[in-house]
């Protein structure tokens, strides 16, 4: 339900400190919340980690951790801890072993990492016994299959240990599965087909455009003049989005609704809901609209000034064309946005300024870039794209550029 997925945003912000959900970590964690057995499969560095240690922090019990390696458990324990999870590992490693079992029996633990070959002996499964386990999170779940290409035969005793607890979900994660290997995964941890959900970072269908701000609303008119269909209209704040909303109403004839969260509570559900069943409605909205919003066919979503990330463009531009019919993104961005921003990051704690201005360049990066879009998003993300996608306004119509080389070279010979 939507409550439980606001308390996960909520906690999104808490505990980790990012402002969104990046690509399907929100359709994994909403599965996982509501107790579906899922399998994963996104990139490396797509964010996998979070998708049970978010839901471990959420839920009554324990979430259950097989990891392969130690290195890679005491790593996952470090960052955890930082961010106030409750955490610990058993492994041959960890001297403490004692105290985590108390911890876990009484409780205490949100987070309990373990290796395969532990975890299939008998005394874990008592162990397990004496505690409560909200969830088993099963990464690099290719381990488990032989067409995978790090079969781990302990994997295969996963199966029955978590068969002993029918009220705690199942989490397999895995970066690297291939089709064949992905069957085998939900055969042997028991995780019903239509429980797999498959981070493609790419969305070929929709295409990327940012471009500089002269007058937005006149911009934003000429847009909807050539996209007919229903369309988001991001704007900063409550302010401009309600200027912005009648101005387009008044300029094209389209029907045009706001949305953020200042207005009563009655008539935002109204307007959220006129917009889902229209075919042509436009929603002007501050970032309040769009989480959880279920409506394929939006044609475009517009920002009347920068995004808060890459990952919040990502996620906002996301919410368009979900029915793989051809689908807009469109930036509209001026410097002073990035003036502003950075003054924003200057008033921020200490500790997160250095994170908040990272961001902000990575930003900086898509809007300057003369280069594809796409590609840049997408090794954002960790994926390693090809030089250019041929649905992007710099694809399409290349940026006239100085060869800068060429220029010095005239300057250094003559
Ligand atoms: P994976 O296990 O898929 O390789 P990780 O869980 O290690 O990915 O996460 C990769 C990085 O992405 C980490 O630095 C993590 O903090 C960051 N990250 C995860 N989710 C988000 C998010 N929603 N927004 C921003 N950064 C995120
Ligand atoms: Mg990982």
Redesign the pocket.
Known sequence: PATQMDEARAA?RRI?G?????GV?EQVVARVLGGQSTLAV??????????Y?LPAALLDGTCVVISPLIALMHDQLR?ARANGIAAAALTSADADWRETADAFCNGALDLLYVAPERASQPGFRDLLNRGRVALFAV?EAHCVSEWGHDFRPDYRLLRPLMDGFPGAARLA?T?TADAHTRADILEQLGIPAEGMVVAGFDRPNIRYAIRHRQSVPAQLAQLMEEEPGPGIIYAPTRRKVEELAAQLERATGREVRPYHAGLPAEERAENQAAFVASEDMVMVATIAFGMGIDKPDVRFVAHAGIPK?I?AYYQETGRAGRDGDPALAVMFWGAGDFVAARQRVAEVEEARQQGERKRLDALAALVETPQCRRALLLRHF?EEPPQSCGNCDNCLDPPAMIDATELARKLLSA
């Open positions: 999104l980790f990012f402002d969104s959900f990046r970590q996104m990139p490396t560095g797509a964010g996998k980690s979070l998708t240690q960052s990464d994660l970066a990330s990952e960790g």
